[in-house]
């Protein structure tokens, strides 16, 4: 089987290059089958390659001269700054000389240039970024998570529809349950995004759709497609970031109160380890920006090392199971009348 090519944008988040770079190095020395073109400042790319060992046949710099930055308005930045390392990686992808790329770069840049330069699969009416997040049993995928604040039942039939197929071929999870995010169980309750998208959704006969889903109900795997507007969905990500930061934070202070609770922490040091790892967001990579003629994963701005090799590999899995495809299968077959 060809490697799966993956553009990655290494100038843009806070950690840029370094961390970038080193994530770049982990994923090919750890999968088979990837080949990672570093886009961005040769020069300081490869002082940070130099600080590894690594099969120089799996990576190759491509530089760029210019750097989109967080503060920057999106569409003039991407009409603007042709030779920055996003509109590169971009290019890459519309050009097919990439299969996909990853950047923890400006997210209003990013979903600007994803409909601008790699452009929507014909059909689809808001691409949304899907993150998986950490369940007690498992992980969900939230769709969407930042960006269309402002969604139709059109668009969120769609998400629907395509979380399945993320969580049936990525994740492996066969017939997956749909929930639509509401302030109660009750099918009467919610705004009236949520009133009239959960009729057509019962109507869906291609999807699992299980009713609505309460916030409280996602961290126990409720669902596994969790189906909202960006702006619940961006709450409810960033409520699961900060919550889980202060739960690690209380238990280290916990552990260090005495000499009691150091003894205790030390014997179960490795099995807490392993669980707090289970719920770290950045074992799962970053958020697909789904229903694009290319794959473009957003991670966090605050990405390191491990989160940008996940995410490297999540596009090698998304390009294996040639997913754009079966997104247009789902979604867009028309019914062949002309024949």
């Known amino acids: 089987m060809s490697a799966a090519i993956i553009a990655l944008d290494c100038?843009?988040?806070?950690?840029?290059?370094?961390?970038?770079?080193?994530?770049?190095?982990?994923?090919?020395?750890?999968?088979?089958?990837?080949?990672?073109?570093?886009v961005g400042n040769a020069e300081q790319i490869s002082a940070e390659l130099s600080k590894y060992t690594y099969d120089r046949d799996a990576l190759e710099v491509v530089n760029a001269t210019e750097v989109i930055e967080t503060g920057e308005p999106p569409v003039a930045a991407i009409r603007r700054k042709k030779d920055s390392s996003l509109v590169?990686?971009?290019?890459?992808?519309?050009?097919?000389?990439?299969?996909a790329m990853v950047s923890a770069g400006s997210t209003g840049a990013n979903l600007v240039g994803g409909h601008i330069i790699i452009g929507r699969i014909k059909g689809v009416e808001r691409p949304p970024l899907a993150p998986l997040i950490p369940t007690?049993?498992?992980?969900?995928?939230?769709?969407?998570?930042?960006?269309?604040?402002?969604?139709?039942?059109?668009?969120?039939?769609?998400?629907?529809?395509?979380?399945?197929?993320?969580?049936?071929?990525?994740?492996?999870?066969?017939?997956?349950?749909?929930g639509i995010v509401n302030i109660g169980a009750e099918e009467e309750k919610g705004n009236a995004l949520v009133k009239e998208?959960?009729?057509?959704?019962?109507?869906?006969?291609?999807?699992?759709?299980?009713?609505?889903?309460?916030?409280?109900?996602?961290?126990?795997?409720?669902?596994?497609?969790?189906?909202?507007?960006?702006?619940?969905?961006?709450?409810?990500?960033?409520?699961?970031?900060?919550?889980?930061?202060?739960?690690?934070?209380?238990?280290?202070?916990?552990?260090?109160?005495?000499?009691?609770?150091?003894i205790g922490g030390l014997l179960i040091k490795k099995e807490l380890k392993n669980t707090m790892k289970a719920f770290s967001l950045d074992n799962y990579g970053g958020a697909p920006l789904l229903g694009l003629n290319g794959l473009l994963v957003k991670t966090h701005g605050s990405s390191k090392a491990n989160e940008i090799k996940n995410s490297i590999y999540q596009c090698a899995t998304f390009q294996k199971m040639d997913l754009n495809n079966k997104f247009k299968e789902k979604l867009l077959e028309k019914n062949k009348e002309v024949e």
């Open 88 to 99: 590169k990686c971009m290019y890459m992808v519309k050009r097919g000389e990439a299969d």
């Open 136 to 178: 007690k049993d498992g992980v969900a995928l939230l769709i969407d998570c930042g960006a269309n604040v402002d969604a139709r039942p059109s668009h969120l039939i769609q998400f629907a529809k395509m979380g399945s197929i993320y969580m049936e071929n990525i994740v492996g999870v066969k017939n997956p349950r749909v």
């Open 11 to 38: 100038m843009g988040g806070d950690n840029a290059p370094g961390e970038i770079v080193k994530g770049a190095v982990l994923a090919v020395n750890e999968y088979k089958n990837i080949y990672v073109k570093l």
């Open 197 to 262: 998208t959960f009729p057509l959704l019962q109507k869906l006969d291609d999807i699992n759709f299980i009713g609505n889903i309460e916030a409280r109900d996602i961290p126990q795997g409720a669902a596994d497609v969790i189906v909202c507007d960006a702006f619940v969905g961006n709450v409810i990500l960033k409520l699961y970031e900060g919550v889980g930061s202060v739960l690690l934070s209380k238990m280290k202070g916990t552990m260090m109160s005495n000499l009691k609770t150091k």
